[in-house]
């Protein structure tokens, strides 16, 4: 059982069309040749609010992914004020659009030169561990795949839970 933290990151695979097209350009850009997860996002606190950004860069909840397969990560500097560091700078992307045209950056491979609008969603996450000090890079032009795969292989993350999401229980613990 494990128990979410505020800046613990997300990255979770999802079944719509836009999903597929995702996972299959990563797949195709991958060092590894393979792609598990098109979408990710930062948990705010235990009880699995988190905050994303998908038709709107706002908060939502994880049990959204109820049924999905998902990989929790938590970096081992990751304290409190490092956590309201990055959120800080990420909130002011608050209740704006989702940048599908970003999308056509990151089609191009060249979503990481150009960061003169808002993030996608594993650019939010890059850029909040950047702003809480636990990266080196801003993460514009990542992808939730490189971000899953950075969290697997790097001695300064903990996967805390992969699998299938069933849920957080009210006392903020996966059942």
């Known amino acids: 059982m494990i128990t979410l933290q505020p800046g613990d990151y997300f990255a979770v695979r999802t079944n719509s069309w836009r999903a597929r097209l995702i996972i299959l350009k990563e797949r195709i850009c991958a060092m590894d040749d393979e792609a ?7 948990i705010v606190d235990c009880r699995g609010n988190t905050y994303e950004s998908l038709g709107r860069i706002d ?8 049924g999905c397969p998902i990989l929790i990560a938590r970096h081992k500097s990751m304290t409190p004020d490092a956590f309201r560091a990055g959120m800080k700078e990420v909130l002011k992307y608050d209740g704006k659009v989702y940048p599908v045209w970003r999308l056509i950056l990151h089609l191009t491979g060249l979503a990481k030169f150009f960061k003169m609008t808002f993030p996608v969603c ?5 850029e909040h561990a950047y702003h809480a000090g636990v990266h080196t890079y801003d ?3 990542w992808n939730p795949d ?3 795969d950075l969290w697997e292989i790097s001695k300064y993350y903990d996967v805390i839970y992969e699998g299938i999401w ?3 229980n009210d006392d903020g613990k996966d059942s």
């Open 36 to 42: 598990k997860y098109n979408h990710a996002g930062i």
């Open 139 to 141: 993460g514009w032009g």
């Open 166 to 168: 069933k849920g957080v």
């Open 59 to 66: 908060h939502y909840h994880i049990d959204n992914y109820i």
């Open 122 to 126: 594993s650019e939010l996450v890059g």
């Open 146 to 148: 490189h971000l899953a």
